[in-house]
């Protein structure tokens, strides 16, 4: 009797743990069909806003600050079939090539290992730097999903430079009728005390007077007064970086020799269309400054 009462109880715990499994499955295959439906239903939403803002094109940008987070938030349409987007996207040395028309970065190379891949990224002064002078962050790459309809990639690193750390770069993307593509960006970090002072400073000196892209009132000569402070901070960085990504989709049709060359006129005629918050420097500087990275690019430090 104890025999038969143990090989049933045998016999329906491998039951259950089956039908567990079986569950587990169907939620990570609906997960992505979820998030689809729920980007298309923002894309809905700001319909709006998509077709009439500052930009002159269709994208929306919103920004956060928590005392300790910063978060920059892009939703825009771009004139790339998914299937394009997805090719693009979904590949971790495609990322260096994006990362690196940011004026900031100063090399970028993909490293995979057993335990994943992951994006050595170094980021300095938006001048001509060595290596060893700047930040290094190593950036978790992971394809959190992959449909024909649906993209969501996130970069991550634990740690940051000068008290920053839980920095985050998600892309969403979902497919949208007429060879188009909707999609959502997300650059975040975190903040502790130190963090904190050494912002201030910056935004006391050198980056004094510069501004994001939120709108906040009309000052006395009746100019636009935008957002400054930590929240522009974020949101210029926001902009740099999906204007990056946008020119390197752009760039994809050309030749593959002449691609990257595509890719820094895009990306600096693409900021100097925003030249009060977004103009650093003068096309030949910034050409050169890049030139010079790429071609570090190809080593691996």
């Not at 569950?23 to 709006?48: D, F, G, H, M, N």
């Not at 790459?141 to 940051?160: F, N």
Request: with cysteine; charged share 20%; proline share 4%.
């Amino acid at each position: 009797m104890y025999k038969r009462f143990r090989s049933v109880k045998l016999a329906s715990l491998k039951y259950s743990l089956l039908i567990c499994i079986a569950l587990l499955a169907c939620a990570a295959q609906a997960a992505p069909e979820l998030s689809a439906v729920t980007l298309r239903a923002k894309y809905t939403s700001l319909q709006e806003q998509l077709k009439q803002n500052q930009f002159n094109r269709p994208l929306v940008l919103d920004s956060t600050e928590t005392p300790d987070r910063s978060n920059g938030e892009i939703y825009a349409i771009v004139d790339y079939s998914f299937a394009n987007v997805n090719t693009g996207l979904n590949d971790p040395d495609h990322w260096c090539d994006i990362l690196l028309l940011h004026i900031n970065t100063k090399y970028c190379h993909a490293l995979v290992s057993p335990s994943g891949t992951v994006l050595r990224l170094n980021i300095g002064k938006k001048t001509p730097e060595d290596l060893a002078h700047v930040a290094r962050f190593d950036f978790n790459y992971s394809v959190v999903a992959t449909t024909p309809e649906y993209l969501e990639i996130v970069l991550s690193a634990k740690d940051g430079p000068l008290g920053t750390s839980d920095y985050r770069i998600l892309l969403e993307a979902v497919a949208l009728p007429g060879a188009k593509t909707f999609l959502h960006l997300t650059y975040s970090y975190t903040m502790n005390f130190s963090a904190h002072l050494a912002i201030q400073a910056y935004l006391g000196t050198i980056g004094s007077g510069k501004v994001g892209f939120t709108v906040i009132g009309k000052q006395a000569d009746g100019q636009t007064e935008y957002i400054g402070g930590v929240r522009g901070l974020v949101e210029r960085n926001t902009m740099r970086y999906y204007l990056a990504i946008d020119s390197f989709l752009g760039a994809a049709s050309a030749p593959p020799e002449a691609q990257f060359e595509k890719r820094l006129k895009s990306w600096f005629m693409a900021v100097e269309r925003y030249p009060r918050q977004l103009h650093e420097m003068d096309q030949r500087e910034y050409v050169e400054m890049k030139r010079a990275e790429n071609l570090r690019q190809q080593k691996v430090y």
